[in-house]
């Protein structure tokens, strides 16, 4: 399947055709004005072509795509993609475009008014040049709906927050894609690692990618918020806003411009490129040395205190033109990391290879941490994605029956031993659904600073861990903040107290278990599902109370029954009593969230 790519702005038109995951040609129209703009093609090979066009405005740009591709026989296309920069909290994954959508992202305009017009406008020119072919829109912030309440919630007036005001995050097709390449490079399932990207171009912005989805990122509503970048500012106190306004008598429209435009390095040094800055700094230039050593400062606060939001971290990857590029940048950002087993390798650090999409490793030996380097491939990334979108079979319907879990525990020998004390084994009630799964007929107690939950069911067989799940209503009765994780994945989850009829003992391995639905090979493949992949499962609970449950965890196990699990406040939330079949949503769309 060949798909045509196009970031649209307002100064420029990048696009590029790829052949599965090949790209066979690149373009850009860069800085439109008046009487033209500059040109550059490329093929599979390399340069092409590089020169002036006569083309204005982007109209003009995308007008003259056919042409070209035309010209060198590439005008045999199966679908458009479109980089999208918002798509609010409506979109979760890429949508095909119809006039519905269309009107949808049109009313996301005020949350993104620098960029989503030029992008829906492309959108819109593209459509008219090739009505027949399937176009479809990828958003930069899908990839951070994921994130929690608490990373997206603003403290502030309801009013306010009623009105939109909420973080997004934004670079999510490139943070989903080297996050994915890392994972590659390291030969580890992407749902087993926490991961850390940083990507650094003329935006920036951090994202930690815990077992795959993302869970906080550094850009907030804006991309103004987190780094320090070219022309941005990152973080800054909002305070800022009155003082300059009584004091230089600025008005907001003045200082959000020079946040967005004369902030950043551009304000520290004159010039908001980083070659530029660093070639000042190695002259003496102390206004460069410290935007040097404010820009590092800054990525490494956020390095910390995203291993501290996921509990650890596994992997860090740098990417963008500085993340990419800058070895000293990069040394900078990792000195002093030492504390939390992240460590540089020196001479690897020193000129990564980073040819045909290469995405090597450049941590020290004994480094707990890997660090890799990639290339970011924004469309790529969109072409995978069009291409998932437009390739997906369409599913035959099939019922998933939901099992709702309680709280419950399962024990290790050792927590067993603890508990009710030396060669005790646990009497095998009720069976559950899973075969070989079981519910013991003894209970235990949980308890935490707030307070007790008693008579918590124990589910057999032991396991090498004990793990504790808990709803979020419970986690608050507890008052202990669980995480949402899956089955097993433990490290750097919070400690509760366990008490039994002969003993008691703290351990860690109190989560809220992510959903997920348990299935067999055979059943799988009749639903299209693949093991670890997110889907959308339909459910219609009682009172008309239905709710589609994103982010649901396909596990794909021989011998397992097919099976949904979701916990008691997500039953709740859907209305759910007694027995209901869950519907797989068909396809990879834009679910309107409530
Ligand atoms: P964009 O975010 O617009 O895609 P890029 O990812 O191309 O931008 O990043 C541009 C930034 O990368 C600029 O600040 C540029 O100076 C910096 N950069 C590119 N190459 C190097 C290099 N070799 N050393 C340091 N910085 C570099």
New binding site residues.
Partial sequence: MRVLVFNAGSSSLKFGLFEGDRQIFKGSFDRFREGGCDLSFEGAEGPLEQGRAPHADLAAAIAAVPGVLAERGLDAIDAVGHRLAHGGTEFTGPARIDDAVIARIEALTPLAPLHNPAMLEGLRLASRIWPDLPQVAVFDTSFHLTNPARATTYAVPPAWRDAGLRRFGFHGTSHKYVAQRAAEALGQPLSDLRIISVH????ASACAVQYGASIDSSMGMTPLEGLVM?TRSGDIDPGAFGFLQRHLGLGVAAIEAALYSDSG?KALTGS?????V?DRAAQGDAEAQLAINLYAYRVRKYLGSYAAAMGGVDAVVFT???G???AS?RRRICDGLSFMGLMLDDDRNRAPDLSDRAAPQIQAQGSRVAIVVTE?AEQLMIAREVRAMLQRPALAPRPVPVAVSGRHVHLSEASVQALFGPNYRLTEGAPLRQPGNWVAEERVTLEGPKGRLERVAILGPLRPRTQIEVSRTDSFALGIDAPVRNSGQLEGTPKVRLIGPAGTIETDGLIVAARHIHTNPAEAEAMGLSDGEMVEIEVQGADGRGLVFSHTLVRVVPGTVTEMHIDTDEANAAGISGHVDGAVVPHVQAVPRA
């Fill in positions: 650094l171009g003329n935006g070219g390095l908001p490129d980083m070659r530029d660093e963008g033109g500085i990419q590029n800058s940048m970011t």
